[in-house]
């Protein structure tokens, strides 16, 4: 029952919200009086012959107007700040590879 009523909500905010911006495809093909039907939802049953429940509602003056996804500008690019260079350690000694702690005397003949 809660479900209905959060579904038939949302459908009423969404109906409003594009019938309130008329830049929207759905909210011009309703409230056009010759397609008395509603737009097709996936999974919704069609409706034949539903009276236009929705009059013609007159453009509002000075209303923003929601604009398009395609018409939005581009967002500004976040500059980058350039990472100061690493500080050097101070280096250590290199050791070479074999230390010569004692070398054996020649062999004599």
């Known amino acids: 029952m809660a479900r209905s009523i959060y579904t038939s909500i949302f459908m009423v905010v969404v ?9 929207s495809e759905a909210g011009r093909q309703l409230l056009q009086a010759n397609n008395p039907s509603f737009p097709t939802i996936p999974g919704m049953p069609s409706i034949p012959n539903m009276p236009n429940i929705i009059p013609n509602i007159p453009s509002i003056p000075n209303m923003p107007s929601i604009p398009r996804v395609g018409s939005m500008p581009p967002m ?3 500059p980058r700040v350039a990472m100061p260079p690493i500080p050097s350690f101070p280096s250590f000694p290199k050791f070479p590879t074999s230390i010569p702690f004692f070398t054996p005397p020649p ?3």
């Open 76 to 78: 500004p690019s976040i």
């Open 15 to 23: 109906l409003s919200f594009a019938i309130l911006s008329g830049k």
């Open 107 to 109: 062999p004599k003949n």
